[in-house]
């Protein structure tokens, strides 16, 4: 499956200049089939996917949507029914005044949005922010998306070679919205000395499920062995939150704020009409250690606290640790760094 159509999102640069004028019951009624047709060719449980296309069907025929005038409305009516039944955090409708670009296949970006996104990712520089080096020797990489692998490739490696020498690490993912499992796979690669298998994707095909299975290999640098821990919010999501998720079940990382998101289905966006589109889940994640995901719930931190304090509560946790092991010259610099820390 191409990996494009597993990130959350895209950045869609919709070139066309027609503008949607009014939503007629035609329109609407287009809609509806679509997504009816789609949802049960895609969704990741068929069962629900065969009842949202009854539902839809019938709150159509019964006029149920006969008084939403706008376009935007009317997604957010079908994004809240289909939810209802659902109950999926990435599943979700929406409408653009300026009419979408053709996909070759539905579920799979348009070359438009596929420029746009390369574009994007080298703009932002896949996403990795700040990479620093703090008191008492602490590592810090803050990220802001899992971008393409191909693409973050560079940064990852460029990033993890400079903290390589500190005694400590803090991922910053609490501004993270997800992307591609494949990148949370090739981050992962740096942290475990020996092959792990982190995560598998469950993926609906038909009426059958393929498994596939994500596990790290070696790194083309060296290993970061030292201890971990991770910032997380309610705005860390999807990839963001398996990346978080992987590594607190596998005790390769101490997880530090509030609840994330919980949306740990992978999809793609498909293109209902000219001016209607859905993010459809085909997949859903599962750990290998707990058999389940966080979808719904979020994961849940080892350390709860105001996601404003996470960084400053990682960084005192972080020196404490290394002060319990510290030598001779050492304890008096991490004593200096807890005493600046904690005033």
């Not at 849940?300 to 304090?309: A, L, N, R, V």
């Amino acid at each position: 499956m191409n990996h494009r159509a597993l990130t959350t999102s895209f950045v869609l640069a919709f070139a066309s200049a027609t503008i949607f004028a009014q939503l007629t019951p035609a329109d609407k009624k287009q809609v509806v089939d679509s997504l009816s047709k789609e949802m049960i060719a895609r969704y990741v449980v068929k069962s629900k996917a065969d009842e949202v296309a009854k539902t839809i069907q019938a709150n159509f025929a019964s006029g149920n949507y006969n008084s939403i005038e706008s376009g935007k409305d009317f997604a957010a009516k079908l994004s809240s029914e289909v939810n209802a039944i659902c109950k999926d955090a990435h599943l979700r409708i929406r409408f653009s005044e300026n009419t979408l670009p053709e996909r070759k296949e539905p579920g799979q970006p348009s070359q438009k949005e596929i420029d746009a996104d390369e574009k994007y990712t080298r703009l932002i520089n896949a996403g990795f922010e700040s990479v620093k080096r703090m008191g008492g020797n602490i590592g810090y990489i803050e990220f802001f998306g899992f971008q393409d692998p191909k693409a973050a490739d560079r940064a990852i490696q460029a990033s993890m070679q400079f903290v390589q020498e500190t005694d400590a690490l803090i991922f910053d993912i609490r501004q993270n919205g997800g992307g591609d499992p494949e990148t949370v796979r090739r981050l992962c690669n740096y942290l475990f000395e020996k092959p792990t298998h982190i995560n598998s994707l469950l993926f609906r095909q038909g009426d059958k499920t393929n498994k596939v299975d994500f596990k790290t290999a070696k790194a083309p640098g060296k290993v970061y062995d030292k201890p971990i821990y991770v910032l997380v919010s309610k705005r860390t999501g999807s990839g963001a939150e398996e990346f978080a998720y992987d590594l607190q079940n596998q005790h390769r990382a101490i997880i530090i704020g509030e609840n994330t998101w919980g949306g740990a289905n992978p999809g793609g966006t498909v293109r209902l009409t000219d001016h209607f589109s859905a993010f459809i889940p085909v997949g859903m994640a599962q750990n290998p250690i707990t058999m389940t995901n966080w979808e719904g719930t979020g994961v849940t931190p080892d350390i709860k606290c105001d996601p404003k304090d996470a960084l400053k509560t990682a960084q005192i946790m972080a020196v404490k640790k290394l002060l319990e092991t510290a030598k001779d010259d050492d304890v008096a610099r991490l004593k200096s760094v807890i005493k600046e820390l904690e005033g």
